[in-house]
Protein backbone atom coordinates (compact mmCIF):
# COMPACT_ATOMS: atom_id res chain seq x y z
CA UNK A 1 0.00 0.00 0.00
CA UNK A 2 2.56 2.62 1.40
CA UNK A 3 6.24 0.78 0.41
CA UNK A 4 8.45 3.15 2.31
CA UNK A 5 5.98 3.22 5.36
CA UNK A 6 7.66 1.03 8.17
CA UNK A 7 4.99 -1.54 9.29
CA UNK A 8 5.04 -0.46 12.77
CA UNK A 9 4.30 3.15 11.89
CA UNK A 10 1.44 1.84 9.56
CA UNK A 11 -0.43 0.03 12.26
CA UNK A 12 0.17 3.06 14.53
CA UNK A 13 -1.91 5.06 12.04
CA UNK A 14 -4.40 2.53 11.47
CA UNK A 15 -4.93 2.07 15.35
CA UNK A 16 -5.24 5.89 15.50
CA UNK A 17 -8.41 6.12 12.63
CA UNK A 18 -9.94 3.19 14.82
CA UNK A 19 -9.07 0.08 12.10
CA UNK A 20 -7.70 -3.28 14.30
CA UNK A 21 -6.53 -5.99 12.36
CA UNK A 22 -6.13 -9.58 14.25
CA UNK A 23 -4.89 -12.45 12.10
CA UNK A 24 -6.77 -15.80 12.58
CA UNK A 25 -4.84 -19.12 12.26
CA UNK A 26 -7.09 -21.70 9.82
CA UNK A 27 -6.45 -24.68 7.95
CA UNK A 28 -9.62 -24.18 4.90
CA UNK A 29 -12.00 -21.44 4.99
CA UNK A 30 -15.36 -23.68 3.26
CA UNK A 31 -17.76 -20.90 1.40
CA UNK A 32 -21.11 -22.89 0.57
CA UNK A 33 -22.93 -21.02 -1.96
CA UNK A 34 -27.05 -21.71 -2.88
CA UNK A 35 -25.75 -22.81 -6.27
CA UNK A 36 -24.51 -26.07 -4.51
CA UNK A 37 -21.42 -24.90 -5.20
CA UNK A 38 -18.59 -24.70 -2.35
CA UNK A 39 -15.45 -22.69 -2.93
CA UNK A 40 -13.08 -24.60 -1.08
CA UNK A 41 -9.48 -22.39 0.28
CA UNK A 42 -6.75 -24.05 1.55
CA UNK A 43 -3.40 -23.20 3.44
CA UNK A 44 -5.58 -19.62 4.41
CA UNK A 45 -3.97 -16.57 5.75
CA UNK A 46 -6.72 -14.60 7.26
CA UNK A 47 -6.63 -11.27 8.44
CA UNK A 48 -10.05 -10.17 10.15
CA UNK A 49 -10.40 -6.25 9.86
CA UNK A 50 -12.54 -4.27 12.74
CA UNK A 51 -13.67 -0.81 11.18
CA UNK A 52 -16.33 1.65 12.56
CA UNK A 53 -17.80 -1.28 14.41
CA UNK A 54 -18.16 -3.40 11.05
CA UNK A 55 -15.72 -6.73 10.77
CA UNK A 56 -14.54 -7.82 7.26
CA UNK A 57 -11.61 -10.66 6.46
CA UNK A 58 -9.13 -10.64 3.72
CA UNK A 59 -9.22 -14.03 2.93
CA UNK A 60 -6.33 -15.15 0.58
CA UNK A 61 -4.97 -19.11 0.01
CA UNK A 62 -5.06 -21.78 -2.38
CA UNK A 63 -8.66 -21.72 -4.30
CA UNK A 64 -10.81 -24.32 -5.66
CA UNK A 65 -14.40 -24.39 -6.77
CA UNK A 66 -16.31 -27.95 -5.86
CA UNK A 67 -19.69 -29.02 -7.07
CA UNK A 68 -21.94 -31.01 -4.00
CA UNK A 69 -22.63 -34.07 -5.89
CA UNK A 70 -18.55 -34.07 -6.79
CA UNK A 71 -17.81 -33.81 -2.71
CA UNK A 72 -20.00 -36.17 -2.13
CA UNK A 73 -18.92 -38.89 -4.97
CA UNK A 74 -15.59 -38.33 -3.48
CA UNK A 75 -16.49 -38.70 0.07
CA UNK A 76 -18.11 -42.36 -1.34
CA UNK A 77 -15.05 -42.90 -2.69
CA UNK A 78 -12.87 -42.48 0.39
CA UNK A 79 -15.70 -44.94 2.16
CA UNK A 80 -14.84 -47.61 -0.04
CA UNK A 81 -11.10 -47.37 0.30
CA UNK A 82 -11.45 -47.25 3.62
CA UNK A 83 -13.34 -50.38 3.90
CA UNK A 84 -11.09 -52.23 1.54
CA UNK A 85 -7.99 -51.09 2.96
CA UNK A 86 -8.42 -51.20 6.75
CA UNK A 87 -11.70 -53.69 6.79
CA UNK A 88 -13.71 -51.33 8.87
CA UNK A 89 -17.30 -50.91 9.01
CA UNK A 90 -18.77 -48.03 6.69
CA UNK A 91 -19.82 -46.33 9.52
CA UNK A 92 -16.21 -46.74 11.22
CA UNK A 93 -15.01 -45.40 8.15
CA UNK A 94 -17.83 -42.23 7.65
CA UNK A 95 -16.75 -41.22 11.39
CA UNK A 96 -12.82 -41.46 11.19
CA UNK A 97 -13.79 -39.17 7.84
CA UNK A 98 -15.77 -36.99 9.91
CA UNK A 99 -12.77 -36.52 12.68
CA UNK A 100 -10.25 -35.95 10.02
CA UNK A 101 -12.19 -33.41 8.15
CA UNK A 102 -11.84 -35.80 4.90
CA UNK A 103 -8.52 -36.47 5.16
CA UNK A 104 -8.21 -39.74 3.75
CA UNK A 105 -4.69 -40.40 4.95
CA UNK A 106 -5.47 -39.47 8.35
CA UNK A 107 -8.40 -41.51 8.72
CA UNK A 108 -6.30 -44.59 7.41
CA UNK A 109 -3.78 -43.69 10.29
CA UNK A 110 -6.49 -43.21 12.88
CA UNK A 111 -8.06 -46.52 11.99
CA UNK A 112 -4.98 -49.04 12.05
Given at each position: ????????K???????????QEEISAERVVIE??????????????????MK??????ITGDVREVEESEESA????????LMEKIGCS???ARDALK?????LTEAILSLS
Open positions: MFPSLDPKMQAMMKQLGIAGKNSKKIIIENPSIVKIKGQESFQNKTEDIKIENEKTNGD
